[in-house]
């Protein structure tokens, strides 16, 4: 599994980037890093320069990811899962909690919302979500459409240019066949749910249900962040994830 160090701190950070991204979601953090941390983002399996997993099922898409955390000398880390890499993040710590200092997750959803639904139906599934994310076009028109959802000089598709349709689309069905939320609820590990204000109404109501469930989590909303923090509010979110190492916020 491909992987990218930043900095070389002795307090390890994992990053796992969302449905559309790769290892690079991380790199708006670099500046931030503290010399005591290092982060450590991947290219989750299928994604970037990680070969797909052998079977499109969660233990499959799993095992690769438990494999190399394994191999870390580190005794404990923190995880920083990015959107849907949030879901991972939380699949991981059912598997290693021991491992697990603390779970960072960065605009998560609870659920798969009704406009994720569309692109699953039996029939028409995949010709919406090519029309959407396949195409320059449909690219350009939903970046248009969510305006509302991003800040002025974020693009929510500009990362699908140039991705593997076939992971992401795959990624989705799996995400999609976890079902309930309640399936995480005995995670008792530290979390930090943080989210943006102008983000999707899907997430403000998944960080609700999110702390419903989760005894050892706080959220932090970003007031000048949507759907992208890393991007958008890079700063602000550096804090929050690296406060216990630079002990300011």
């Given at each position: 599994m491909y992987k990218?160090?930043?900095?070389?701190?002795?307090?390890?950070?994992?990053?796992?980037h969302g449905w559309g991204g790769d290892h690079r979601t991380f790199e708006p953090l670099i500046p931030y890093i503290p010399q005591n941390v290092t982060l450590i983002s991947v290219d989750l399996p299928g994604?970037?320069?990680?070969?797909?997993?052998?079977h499109w099922k969660l233990e499959s898409l799993l095992s690769p990811i438990l494999e190399e955390?394994?191999?870390?000398?580190?005794?404990?880390?923190?995880?920083?899962?990015?959107?849907?890499g949030a879901i991972i993040a939380l699949l991981v710590a059912q598997k290693i909690p021991e491992r697990i200092e603390k779970l960072f997750l960065i605009d998560p959803l609870a659920y798969t919302p009704w406009y994720f639904k569309i692109f699953l139906h039996r029939f028409l599934g995949k010709q919406a979500y090519n029309a959407t994310f396949n195409t320059s076009f449909g690219r350009w028109l939903t970046n248009l459409s969510l305006k509302h959802r991003r800040t002025k000089d974020s693009n929510l598709t500009s990362s699908f240019k140039?991705?593997?349709?076939?992971?992401?689309?795959?990624?989705?069905?799996?995400?999609?066949?976890?079902?309930?939320?309640?399936?995480f609820r005995?995670?008792?590990?530290?979390?930090?749910?943080?989210?943006?204000?102008?983000?999707?109404?899907?997430?403000?109501?998944?960080?609700?249900?999110?702390?419903?469930?989760f005894p050892n989590s706080e959220s932090y909303k970003l007031s000048n962040a949507a759907h992208l923090p890393l991007e958008e509010a890079t700063e602000e979110i550096s804090q929050l994830l690296f406060f216990k190492e630079t002990g300011n916020l």
């Open positions: 990218k160090n930043y900095g070389n701190g002795k307090n390890l950070y994992i990053g796992f994604y970037g320069l990680t070969i797909e997993p052998i955390l394994t191999k870390l000398e580190t005794k404990k880390f923190s995880i920083v899962g990015n959107c849907s140039s991705i593997n349709h076939k992971t992401v689309y795959q990624y989705l069905r799996l995400l999609d066949s976890i079902g309930d939320y309640n399936l005995e995670i008792t590990i530290p979390i930090k749910i943080i989210y943006g204000a102008k983000t999707f109404k899907s997430v403000h109501k998944s960080v609700l249900l999110w702390l419903k469930i």
